[in-house]
């Protein structure tokens, strides 16, 4: 019987996340652009990069899945302490951004009981019914799929592609924040 490793089980562990994060950026970046095609009646370029990926939306998931998760069989703690996690994290995010490149990619300044237009009471309480949903929905449907899919893939071709991506993702971050910071 082969005896395995805890730094083996771990290093996998964070490969499912740098997938799970990359995976959530992309279909954040793919919600946020169809809200916004749906809200304005045409393509508007969502998120801070290049390339199609929402990373707020990618930082989300992996607080859910690793943090929050544990809540899943107490939904009412799941969503008020996602309310409380995520209008934080939302709230420190949208000043850093402001802070950094002197814009704001989101607004809720004409919301009801909002802070600062970085947050309002509206999306706090609905990141606490996403939570709902993602934990107990949401991602249990993608980690079937991407555990299934794993399988599939060699671990060191796994390794090469999730490197690659976040490769490209460190240069897609520089680049973007070249263009917010107009250095060149």
């Not at 799929?145 to 090469?160: F, Y």
Request: hydrophobic share 55%; net charge positive; with cysteine.
């Amino acid at each position: 019987m082969e005896k395995i490793d805890k730094k083996d089980t771990y290093l996998v562990s964070i490969r499912y996340l740098l997938l799970y994060f990359l995976i959530y950026a992309i279909i954040g970046w793919l919600l946020e652009t169809v809200y916004a095609f749906e809200t304005l009646g045409h393509f508007v370029k969502r998120g801070f990069l290049y390339g199609p990926l929402c990373p707020i939306y990618g930082w989300g998931a992996i607080i859910l899945i690793s943090i929050l998760r544990k809540y899943k069989s107490k939904p009412l703690k799941l969503f008020f302490y996602s309310v409380i996690v995520f209008s934080v994290f939302e709230y420190v995010a949208g000043f850093a951004l402001d802070a950094l490149f002197a814009d704001r990619w989101w607004d809720y300044t004409n919301d009801f009981m909002n802070l600062n237009g970085r947050i309002s009471l509206f999306f706090s309480f609905a990141w606490g019914i996403i939570a709902l949903i993602f934990i107990h929905f949401v991602h249990p449907f993608i980690e079937k799929i991407v555990k299934k899919v794993i399988k599939k893939i060699p671990a060191h071709v796994q390794i090469i592609v999730i490197n690659i991506a976040f490769v490209l993702l460190a240069v897609d971050t520089v680049l973007s924040s070249i263009r917010y910071l107009n250095l060149f």
